[in-house]
């Protein structure tokens, strides 16, 4: 593959790479599971000794319903994959499920020292994404975004609405702590269709919430 | 007897609880064994066993957890 099929994708993630740490660029074609677990591996290497303080992966992959180990660990879990209609893939992250495909980005930063922290991690990984969004024309702040799916006080907001949600997981080797701080960026697609596909899956767990297409909004939205 | 201690410099403000125990109250551990994941806005931490023992939970799954909170011991 040679990047993201969606123009203003594409656009996104050479804003990233110039602004951001140094970057590897994943537009491999492996299968859902492994892509999100590809995040795995950015750990493992952010605690080596000797590994930069900062990187970070641009990527994309295929569409899918990514979920967090929480909801994996569901009794009902088996059956909601069957009624959501996508394939699934299970997340280290916290959260709830969001769904990927080629109208989302994804960008994950490997963070150690002081920045593996929460609070630090997330504002550095924002700064980032809003710089980014910025040289596409998109004016963005940070902020939580009532009536969206897998809402918290970290996602990227476009007037109010929600334009990519953000997670995090971290771990320590040998005294050394490190985390990896992700986004799923909406560049493109259908609001409302993806979050039916959550709704399916959460309403066959039993944990469903009301989510509003109207507190999401997309790249392409925002620049049509 | 040794403490597993929720540390006092993951995060500043929000919730946190305990998501999963990946051992039952009694099992054995080795240190450095990820014995649970600690979860704090869509955050989720590894927490590891501190030394060989027995497993004591001492803070249920699901309930709210603050920093510098004993969460089991190991003996």
Redesign the interface.
């Known amino acids: 593959m040679n990047g993201p099929r969606h123009a203003q994708a594409a656009a996104l993630a050479r804003a990233l790479a110039e602004l951001g740490p140094p970057a590897l660029l994943d537009w491999k074609g492996d299968a859902p599971q492994a892509r999100v677990d590809e995040d795995g591996t950015l750990l493992d290497r952010a605690l080596t000794a000797g590994a930069p303080s900062h990187f970070q992966r641009i990527w994309t992959n295929d569409a899918c319903l990514v979920v967090t180990?929480?909801q994996a660990?569901h009794p009902r879990f088996e059956e909601a994959v069957h009624r959501c209609g996508l394939p699934v893939a299970i997340r280290?992250?916290?959260?709830t499920a969001v769904v990927h495909h080629e109208g989302t980005l994804q960008i994950s930063l490997a963070l150690t020292g002081a920045e593996h922290?929460?609070?630090q991690g997330?504002e550095v990984l924002s700064e980032l994404i809003i710089r980014a969004l910025a040289q596409l024309g998109v004016v963005a702040a940070i902020g939580p975004a009532p009536g969206s799916a897998?809402d918290?006080?970290?996602n990227i907001l476009a007037g109010n609405r929600k334009l990519a949600g953000?997670?995090?997981?971290?771990?320590?080797r040998d005294g050394r702590s490190a985390?990896v701080f992700h986004a799923c960026i909406a560049v493109g697609g259908n609001v409302a269709e993806d979050l039916e596909r959550i709704r399916r899956f959460e309403t066959a767990l039993g944990t469903e919430d009301s989510y509003i297409a109207g507190a999401h909004c997309t790249v392409e939205q925002l620049l049509s | 007897m040794t403490e597993l201690r929720i540390a006092d410099?993951?995060?500043?403000?929000?919730e946190a609880a305990i998501?999963?125990w990946f051992y039952e109250d009694g099992d054995t551990v080795r240190a450095g064994d990820v014995i649970a994941?600690l979860?704090?806005?869509?955050?989720?931490?590894?927490l590891?066993a501190p030394a060989d023992g027995r497993l004591t939970i001492l803070a249920q799954a699901e309930e709210p957890v603050i920093k510098g909170q004993t969460v089991a011991r190991i003996a």
Request: hydrophobic share 30%.
């Open positions: 180990r929480a660990r280290r992250s916290g959260g922290r929460l609070e997330y897998c918290g006080r970290f953000t997670a995090a997981f971290a771990g320590q985390g | 410099d993951l995060w500043q403000d929000g998501s999963a994941e979860m704090v806005e869509k955050s989720s931490f590894e590891r």
